[in-house]
């Protein structure tokens, strides 16, 4: 099992930047891919950004240039740095990664930290 822990969200004005960490605990050297969705209000659930376990990152047309996903294999932890943030950016952040148990890939999710960005 993999349990992820989101933490870093919070009120910011637009132009600004913040922050969002992902530490995962349990079986962390089965993790392949982790990444971050957000929720908005009334909207579903959209991938933001995306890195795989050898550093290679993928990012939303809404994300490029704007925001930078890394990941540290040591800490077990996964950031999302997001800079010149719009209210447009409000949302629930989730992370989620993906992880391997025999030859079956599962997935978990974090319990989401919220974003609100003011205008």
């Known amino acids: 099992q993999v349990q992820l822990v989101e933490s870093g969200g919070g009120l910011v004005q637009a132009g600004g930047s913040l922050r969002v960490s992902c530490a995962a605990s349990?079986?962390?050297?089965?993790?392949?891919?982790m990444g971050w969705y957000r929720q908005a209000p009334g909207k579903q659930r959209e991938l933001v950004a995306g890195?795989?376990?050898?550093?290679?990152?993928n990012y939303a047309n809404s994300a490029k240039g704007r925001f930078t996903i890394s990941r540290d294999n040591a800490k077990n932890t996964v950031y999302l740095q997001m800079n010149s943030l719009e209210p447009e950016d409000t949302a629930v952040y989730y992370c989620?990664?993906?992880?391997?148990?025999?030859?079956?890939?599962?997935?978990?999710w974090g319990q989401g930290t919220l974003v609100t960005v003011s205008s």
């Open positions: 890195i795989t376990s050898g550093g290679t990152p």
């Open positions: 989620n990664a993906q992880y391997t148990r025999g030859f079956t890939v599962l997935e978990v």
């Open positions: 349990g079986r962390t050297n089965s993790i392949n891919t």
